[in-house]
């Protein structure tokens, strides 16, 4: 079974950073692309970043220049540093993994939990 934990949430003042990371886990997978996505309350859940399998990345045009995902392939784990946070962006963050099964040669996206990121003053 494929399992993603994510951990980074807090409360951080408006300007401020948070880094969050999702580890992958799963044996017999190999993982593929990865991303975040974010859900405000009442909201539908939207893309916030990519890194693709070979390593090249995507943002949408409202977090380009701010924040900044990244892979540790070693690991399984992709972080997402969110810098100069606004309010608007208090969110549940998701990640949001593609896997292969080795064996059978299946693949699937996988979720992880979700870790709540709150700017507030």
């Known amino acids: 079974q494929v399992q993603l934990v994510e951990s980074g949430g807090d409360l951080v003042q408006p300007g401020g950073s948070l880094r969050l990371s999702c580890a992958a886990s799963?044996?017999?997978?190999?993982?593929?692309?990865m991303a975040w996505y974010r859900q405000a309350p009442g909201k539908q859940r939207d893309w916030v970043a990519t890194s693709a399998t070979g390593g090249t990345t995507t943002y949408a045009d409202s977090v380009k220049g701010r924040f900044t995902i990244s892979r540790d392939n070693a690991k399984n784990t992709v972080y997402l540093q969110m810098n100069s946070l606004k309010p608007e962006e208090t969110a549940v963050y998701f990640c949001?993994?593609?896997?292969?099964?080795?064996?059978?040669?299946?693949?699937?996206?996988?979720w992880g939990q979700g870790t709540q990121v709150t700017v507030s003053s």
């Open positions: 949001d993994v593609g896997a292969r099964n080795s064996d059978s040669g299946s693949w699937g996206l996988y």
């Open positions: 799963g044996s017999g997978f190999s993982f593929t692309t």
